[in-house]
């Protein structure tokens, strides 16, 4: 592993991080422990959107990805909260079986419905976005890679709620998502700029690689995720629904509650050789963290358990260990993902090696 902070995991090249002389970043000096508003304030601030509600079988509507926040999110919805969400799943078809067969479970075991609804952004654009990055196998148009999967769920919860008549929707953004922002800021032309900033970085990109446009229908779901968030505002505020995400600013999200519920009371399977909870999700966001780490040498793990470090959740030693295996993704699992996203495997691999060696 190269230099890092002593603190945290985060590597001396880390995206505009800044060591100080005694070796700590600026991420472990600046953060804060967060004073979360607890359970309380909580019910209180979801009345109001209950009381609008005219649906009969459900209280709200869950996005559920089969990932672990959200399947923690939606025990605590039943088990805490009392209440009765409809478990809305966004199925991009690069979902592992064992991550449908987790959600399944966990819907049984709780008694909650599952509604999954498939569509095909996604597949319908991969194979063109890996065979364009390839030609510039860049950091910064990793983003390009799981273009269509956002438009699959960006809206797909709120026009439920829409359809059931209710009013309230949990979301499972946590703390920790919002370290991970190094991916958005990589487009970044100026790393203190904003939106006029990150379309010139994308501008520079496109000019730079411009295979990455090339492709109709890509370009189509390019344009509409560019705009999702503004459709969704809308949305949102026509028909009055209320967002609220728990973990964000209510309850404090801790690591070890989480995998006691789900190993314990809803019987989570992991794949063979995972030493936690974390990412096996979309099989393509998997592919998307392996190359952030072969093209970077850091990607969302290093992000994630520098925050539980800083949060108080785990030592140093004991996170650098669980960062080591979680690493370890098998080359021949890479391939299959390439191979199931239309892509040849040998080549794209051959090219990714000449670019950025593996070190031994
Ligand atoms: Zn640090």
Not at 113 to 121: A, V, W, Y
Not at 202 to 211: E, F, H, R, T
Request: positive net charge; glycine residues 6%; hydrophobic residues 40%.
């Amino acid at each position: 592993m190269s230099a890092t902070c002593k603190t945290c995991l985060l590597p001396t090249n880390y995206l505009n991080i800044k060591i100080d002389d005694e070796g700590i970043c600026n991420h472990c000096r600046e953060f804060n422990t967060t004073d979360y508003l607890g359970a309380e304030k909580l019910l209180q601030d979801i009345q109001p959107a209950l009381r609008l509600n005219t649906s009969k079988k459900y209280d709200c509507v869950v996005g559920f990805s089969g990932g672990r926040d959200s399947t923690y999110l939606l025990w605590y919805i039943v088990k805490i909260l009392k209440l009765r969400p409809l478990a809305v799943f966004s199925d991009d078809l690069f979902i592992p079986e064992i991550a449908l067969q987790n959600m399944e479970n966990t819907c049984k075991i709780l008694g909650v419905e599952l509604r999954s609804i498939k569509h095909d952004n996604l597949k319908r654009c991969i194979t063109h976005h890996l065979n364009a990055w390839i030609r510039r196998p860049v950091p910064e148009t990793l983003m390009f890679i799981n273009v269509g999967e956002r438009i699959g769920y960006e809206t797909l919860v709120e026009k439920e709620a829409i359809k059931e008549g209710v009013h309230l929707i949990f979301g499972g953004r946590t703390a920790i998502q919002s370290a991970e922002r190094y991916k958005k800021e990589l487009m970044l032309l100026n790393h203190r700029g904003g939106q006029v900033s990150w379309v010139l970085g994308y501008m520079k990109q496109v000019i730079l690689n411009p295979a990455l446009l090339t492709n109709l229908f890509s370009l189509k779901v390019q344009y509409q995720e560019f705009m999702v968030v503004r459709w969704k505002k809308q949305l949102i505020k026509k028909h009055n629904l209320s967002i609220i995400h728990p973990f964000y600013k209510y309850i404090h999200w801790v690591e070890k509650e989480l995998e006691d519920v789900l190993f314990n009371e809803l019987h989570w399977a992991i794949p063979e050789g995972a030493k936690n909870s974390a990412r096996f999700g979309c099989e393509i966001d998997t592919l998307r963290q392996y190359l952030y780490l072969r093209t970077l040498g850091y990607n969302d793990t290093y992000v994630d358990l520098s925050y539980l470090i800083r949060d108080g959740q785990h030592n140093r030693e004991d996170a650098a260990e669980i960062l080591k295996s979680s690493l370890d993704i098998s080359d021949d699992y890479i391939r299959y993902i390439l191979t199931k996203a239309g892509v040849n495997s040998d080549l794209f691999l051959e090219k990714l090696e000449r670019r950025y060696p593996k070190k031994l």
